[in-house]
């Protein structure tokens, strides 16, 4: 072990005595800052990771380990001091290792040299330091067998060019394997095969942050394989000239031995896929708890089959890998209760068949261009999920992410295929138990109590209605197995003290069957478990089969077995007809994804009603409610429901000229009612996202209009601190841009006792405006365009208040009286009431902005950014997850969002930090030539003085 350190130390710092060691970092550093800054174009990515860097370093490491290995051993044949190594009495591979540690030593210096770009990304942005290590470390032990292979060469070389040229040739051999440019030409099976030959794609593969034994042993294979093989080189010179005998070919068995066992291991661990540690955040890459969760729910088995043929888009096919393995998880993890299958569906007509017809999978037209060829393949790219009589198809829109840097800079990967996965599976699942039973995944007992009057006193309909009533609750507690226990009684019974306390507690009034009616009588009907009391609609049309819907909806609120369902009401649109544009607000992005996981039934609330099967009412950017649309709303409230809302005092146009007006809503007056003021001003915040704005440009007295993307204070840009982090809530949304807000104001007095929640909050250095006038005006009020507030400071833009709330209504007539007068005429019981309370489960959740939802502030904001941007869907899709108590998926969710934006920089900044680097690696480069100046120094003096000893 002394012999070769002391083997290291020379030669290491035989490095550095003369330039070359300094040639070959800086040229190295130079290189990889010039790809990290302008071929990567970093701050146009605006993603803080440091994937540039890791992208292009198998190449350039392939140079600077030739460029270092050249001269190991042909320089020492070239000076004839190889014949003396071979005869100092020093064992031959202690001679090769320590020149392969001294070039691994002066690797690991150029990678520290580095070091600087990932604590710079770390200061911009939330950095995952998961991928970063994993970089690394597939850096080091690249290069480790980058530097084997070049000593094995050097070692057969006597001339340093010849053995930088094959060294270069043969590590390329190596990259090439499991590159693109390769697998591309051959089918799914052989670009596999290749890629766990590549040194490259291993190399990828650890750059995720999973560290996997499979591809750590696969570098020390080719480092155990060429090291062997140039001890056996060393021996070969040192027999030179001489006759072949046994002990010659006993180190050619050896040696044989020796690689064709290194060789061999890789095969025998091959099947292991169980030794891996994932060290990204969250572990993006293994399967999650909430997902096993989901997965032990099944009863029957379940197939995941993936559909993939052979022959596919060139960006597409190295995501192929990844789907597979983690399908394979997917079936571990299911205990033998789910089968996972690959098939190429042209190998297999039957399958294919039974996909076109019975799944409708079919064939995607792919179109691309090669150097060599434009063509167009059908291929498959499809996951089928079935369970029981249930299905789900996911097509490669459904699992791919794209990313647009210029037309022809296209990057694709999968956006998160776990949680694509496993919301399908969630999906099929509580589908399939929706039509089974209702009682099975109720895990605590709940009570039926019923508010209702003798049958004397309730109008005919209403007596036929509880005898049924009374059928239906029978037949409840039988299935229950004794979860579900009855309570039925009459309030004015013992001097009317339940009417008394019913009145208090939820607010119930006696009904009426006409506003002229003096004969009074109850019926309400309530389901209490698990500390949550929830309200049964009384059906609209008094017959059995609207209250046996409104009990089913009801009791699917207690369990978690079942998709909910969201009532949407959004503001009023035309679609594009005959050749007419579409006007008003669309939200297609916002239907399209909260139907993939929930029951979305629209709510005009024209009736005075949300839907009895409603479990949560979310109102986008509501037009101005009129009095029945206003009463559903407050009524479902006090009936223990959640309300979110999307609304602002002002409504913004953004046509030919951005345009603002005060939009007057009696739901303002609403929520003011309950303790939450949106003031009439709107938020400006230096920390803001881009907009594309038409700006005028004088060039040589033309004035020319062109539309640029500009710092646009009322796009707040939200992150960080201004984002609560609360059970989940905002899980994966690190960054949110909320369009035009207006600040929200608490009544302390209106709010005591209740939960307040502060979802998101403004930077510090934010103002408010009243102002119209939307439009920059960058000539008078420089950078920002808009004039600065005097009094600056975080601003409430986002709340969650749950508690007890007064109706809006409570002294007020019923709006829906006029109808029931009408009703009563044809001979129908009309009955008036408004609910006075709500309980201690009613929430209000409020996103003060009307516009941050809409397809076109997410397209504008996609525009910019050159991908898909759902932040805003995302964050509301939480808050439903989490205000129904069904957070299976939250985590998940969080989990596996690649992109994570920098922070807000302007160009000078930009221009700081890249300069910055820069000069980090100067002096980097400075530091270690001073200390190796003084090592020099100190040998100086140490050998001056021996020889005076002398």
Not at 429 to 442: H, P, T, V
Request: net charge negative; charged share 20%.
């Amino acid at each position: 072990m002394n012999h070769m350190l002391r083997i290291a130390r020379k030669e290491f710092a035989g490095f550095f005595a003369v330039p070359i060691a300094f040639i070959f970092l800086g040229a190295f550093l130079a290189v990889n800052l010039f790809v990290f800054f302008w071929v990567e174009t970093f701050f146009a990515r605006n993603i803080a990771d440091v994937r540039p860097l890791f992208e292009w370093m198998p190449l350039l490491l392939i140079f600077l380990v030739a460029a270092m290995t050249m001269r190991m051993w042909s320089e020492e044949r070239r000076a004839g001091t190889l014949e003396f190594l071979l005869t100092v009495p020093v064992k031959g591979y202690h001679l090769v290792l320590g020149k392969f540690m001294a070039c691994l030593g002066l690797v690991t210096v150029a990678l520290l040299l580095t070091l600087p770009l990932p604590l710079t990304v770390s200061l911009l942005g939330p950095l995952d330091w998961g991928p970063v290590v994993g970089g690394y470390l597939a850096a080091l032990f690249l290069a480790a067998a980058y530097t084997a292979i070049g000593l094995f060469i050097s070692a057969r070389s006597a001339n340093q060019i010849v053995s930088l040229i094959l060294t270069v040739m043969v590590c390329g051999f190596f990259y090439l394997l499991g590159s693109d440019a390769l697998t591309g030409l051959f089918g799914n099976q052989a670009s596999e095969l290749l890629k766990l030959l590549g040194s490259g794609s291993r190399f990828d593969a650890i750059t995720r942050g999973v560290i996997d034994l499979r591809d750590l042993y696969y570098y020390l294979s080719l480092v155990g394989v060429f090291l062997t093989l140039n001890v056996f080189a060393l021996e070969w010179l040192r027999w030179a000239g001489n006759a072949t005998n046994r002990t010659h070919r006993c180190w050619g068995f050896i040696t044989a031995l020796c690689v064709a066992n290194f060789l061999a291991a890789n095969l025998w661990l091959a099947p292991v896929d169980s030794v891996r540690a994932d060290l990204t955040r969250g572990n993006i890459y293994s399967i999650s708890a909430a997902t096993r969760s989901y997965l032990a729910q099944l009863r029957e088995p379940m197939l995941i089959r993936g559909y993939f043929s052979a022959e596919t888009h060139p960006l597409l096919a190295p995501l192929v890998p990844q789907l597979r393995d983690l399908m394979k998880e997917y079936a571990v993890a299911g205990q033998g209760k789910v089968r996972v299958e690959f098939i190429d569906p042209r190998e297999h007509p039957e399958l294919e068949k039974e996909a076109n017809e019975k799944y409708g999978i079919e064939p995607v037209p792919f179109q691309f261009a090669s150097k060599y060829q434009a063509t167009v393949v059908n291929s498959y790219f499809d996951i089928l999920i079935k369970y029981g009589d249930q299905h789900e198809v996911l097509g490669f829109r459904d699992l791919i992410e794209v990313k647009t840097q210029s037309e022809a800079d296209l990057e694709v990967e999968l956006r998160n295929p776990e949680y694509d996965i496993t919301r399908s599976i969630r999906k099929i699942l509580y589908a399939y138990q929706g039509a089974g039973e209702l009682f099975e995944n109720m895990r605590t007992p709940l009570t039926f109590r019923g508010y209702i009057s003798d049958s004397e006193k309730l109008p005919e309909v209403l007596r036929s209605l509880r005898s049924e009533l009374e059928a239906i609750l029978s037949e409840l507690r039988e299935r229950s197995g004794g979860t579900l226990e009855i309570d039925i009684r009459d309030p004015d019974a013992q001097d009317g003290a339940l009417a008394r306390q019913i009145s208090s507690e939820f607010g119930f009034r006696p009904m009426a069957a006409s506003l002229l009616d003096t004969h009074t009588f109850w019926f309400y009907m309530t389901l209490e478990g698990n500390g949550r009391v929830v309200q049964v609609p009384l059906p609209e049309q008094y017959d059995k089969a609207g209250l046996e819907r409104g009990m089913e909806a009801s009791l699917k609120r207690f369990s978690k077995g079942f998709l909910k369902t969201v009532a949407l009401h959004t503001a009023a649109s035309t679609p594009a007809m005959f050749g007419i544009p579409a006007s008003g607000k669309r939200f297609n992005w916002l239907r399209d994804t909260l139907a993939e996981e929930h029951n979305l039934t629209p709510a005009s609330l024209k009736n005075g009603r949300v839907p009895d099967e409603a479990d949560l009412l979310l109102l986008a950017s509501p037009d101005p409610l009129d009095d029945k649309q206003l009463f559903a709303v407050d009524q479902f409230l006090m009936r223990g429901g959640t309300v979110i809302m999307a609304t602002a005092p002002f409504d913004v146009e953004n046509r030919e000229v951005l345009s603002v007006r005060r939009h007057a809503s009696a739901l303002l007056d609403w929520l003011t009612h309950h303790g939450i003021v949106l003031e009439e001003r709107m938020v400006l915040d230096p920390q803001n996202a881009s907009f594309p704005i038409p700006v005028d440009r004088n060039i040589a007295g033309f004035v020319f209009t062109e539309t640029q993307m500009v710092n646009y204070p009322y796009f707040n840009d939200i992150r960080g601190a201004g984002i609560v982090q609360k059970d989940g809530m905002t899980a994966g949304v690190d960054q949110v841009t909320l369009t035009w807000p207006s600040p929200i104001s608490l009544d302390e007095q209106k709010n005591r006792g209740r939960t307040v929640l502060r979802l998101l909050e403004s930077s510090a250095q934010a103002w408010t405006s009243d102002s119209l006038v939307i439009q920059p005006d960058f000539q008078s009020f420089g950078e920002l365009g808009f004039p600065v507030g005097d009094q600056r400071g975080t601003q409430l833009l986002a709340v969650a208040v749950e508690g007890r709330f007064d109706s809006y209504f409570m002294d007020k007539p019923s709006p829906l009286v006029a109808q029931a007068e009408v009703e009563a005429v044809g001979g129908e019981p009309a009955l008036t009431r408004v609910i006075g309370h709500s309980p201690e489960s009613a929430r209000i959740i409020v996103f003060a902005s009307s516009s941050f939802l809409t397809d076109t502030m997410l397209d504008l904001a996609a525009s910019g950014l050159g991908t898909r941007y759902l932040k805003p869907v995302q964050l509301v899709e939480n808050t439903i997850d989490w205000s129904l108590e069904d957070r299976g998926l939250l985590a998940i969710r969080g989990r596996g969002h690649f992109s994570r934006s920098l922070d807000p920089l302007d160009r000078e900044s930009r221009v700081f930090w890249e300069f910055l680097n820069y000069g980090l690696a100067l002096f980097g480069l400075l530091l270690i030539g001073l200390i190796r100046g003084q090592a020099r120094k100190r040998a100086a003096l140490r050998h001056a003085a021996m020889l005076g000893t002398v």
